[in-house]
């Protein structure tokens, strides 16, 4: 009788350590998984209209360049104020200006030319070709960059909603693949990404063009500027776990 205790005791101890045994194997399975990628393509309207506006000034020496060009930036910026148009200094440069002279054969110094540029944004091309206008007729004042942009408050939330349908794509290409096996996708094992944004910008560096041509931007039958949505693009490469 002690003996078939012992015997199925045994058996039961046998069981329970081959139990153990396979929860152990089953533990240090590795998880099986499916790497694919995932993509979003989309728009973005421009809400922005922008220029940038150049003020030269040449001189005899440093301090009066340097001098001119202020002031007569200080009275662009004066202006802009008043028009409550935001604006951004850019560069500021002063240098020795040359020029070659063919009948000399040698480099000749014309002066110390200082270089102001401020960026002029606004809600609307209407104000730009505003500030065009005002300026057009004043001395040592330059326009170029006019272009049409999507602020980056009104292309967060439309770049984070195409991140949300890539990684949605990226599921779908992993259950299609794995419907073959009978299996879907779980959890996210890893994932990256990456955007790219497009403006589609043209140059227009000549002020005199404003009314032909601006950035980013086509026109209409009645000839009005219409902008061009900006392009953005999002791609991810997601790891899921295979159920």
Same mark, same amino acid.
């Given at each position: 009788?002690?003996?078939?205790?012992?015997?199925?005791?045994?058996?039961?101890?046998?069981?329970?350590?081959?139990?153990?045994?396979?929860?152990?194997?089953?533990?240090?399975?590795?998880?099986?998984?499916?790497?694919?990628?995932?993509?979003?393509?989309?728009?973005?309207?421009?809400?922005?209209?922008?220029?940038?506006?150049?003020?030269?000034?040449?001189?005899?020496?440093?301090?009066?360049?340097?001098?001119?060009?202020?002031?007569?930036?200080?009275?662009?910026?004066?202006?802009?104020?008043?028009?409550?148009?935001?604006?951004?200094?850019?560069?500021?440069?002063?240098?020795?200006?040359?020029?070659?002279?063919?009948?000399?054969?040698?480099?000749?110094?014309?002066?110390?030319?200082?270089?102001?540029?401020?960026?002029?944004?606004?809600?609307?091309?209407?104000?730009?070709?505003?500030?065009?206008?005002?300026?057009?007729?004043?001395?040592?004042?330059?326009?170029? !960059?006019?272009?049409?942009?999507?602020?980056?408050?009104?292309?967060?939330?439309?770049?984070?909603?195409?991140?949300?349908?890539?990684?949605?794509?990226?599921?779908?290409?992993? !259950?299609?693949?794995?419907?073959?096996?009978?299996?879907?996708?779980?959890?996210?094992?890893?994932?990256?990404?990456?955007?790219?944004?497009?403006?589609?910008?043209?140059?227009?560096?000549?002020?005199?063009?404003?009314?032909?041509?601006?950035?980013?931007?086509?026109?209409?039958?009645?000839?009005?500027?219409?902008?061009?949505?900006?392009?953005?693009?999002?791609?991810?490469?997601?790891?899921?776990?295979?159920?």
């Amino acid at each position: 009788m002690k003996k078939a205790f012992v015997l199925v005791g045994g058996i039961f101890l046998t069981c329970a350590i081959v139990a153990l045994m396979c929860g152990a194997f089953d533990r240090n399975a590795p998880i099986k998984t499916i790497a694919v990628n995932g993509e979003c393509l989309t728009t973005a309207p421009k809400d922005k209209t922008a220029i940038t506006l150049r003020v030269t000034t040449l001189a005899n020496n440093a301090a009066e360049s340097v001098r001119n060009a202020t002031e007569q930036m200080s009275q662009i910026t004066e202006y802009l104020k008043s028009q409550n148009i935001s604006s951004q200094t850019t560069q500021f440069n002063s240098y020795e200006k040359t020029e070659w002279n063919r009948e000399e054969q040698k480099s000749v110094t014309l002066g110390i030319e200082t270089s102001i540029a401020v960026e002029v944004s606004a809600n609307n091309i209407e104000t730009i070709e505003n500030v065009l206008a005002y300026f057009a007729d004043k001395p040592n004042v330059f326009s170029e !960059n006019l272009r049409m942009y999507t602020s980056p408050e009104v292309l967060k939330p439309i770049t984070e909603k195409c991140l949300t349908i890539a990684v949605e794509n990226a599921r779908e290409r992993a !259950n299609a693949l794995a419907a073959g096996d009978n299996k879907r996708a779980g959890k996210i094992i890893n994932i990256s990404f990456g955007t790219s944004v497009a403006e589609n910008i043209p140059n227009t560096p000549s002020l005199m063009r404003v009314k032909s041509t601006a950035m980013g931007a086509a026109f209409d039958a009645s000839g009005a500027i219409v902008a061009k949505d900006t392009d953005v693009a999002v791609s991810v490469n997601a790891i899921f776990e295979i159920k």
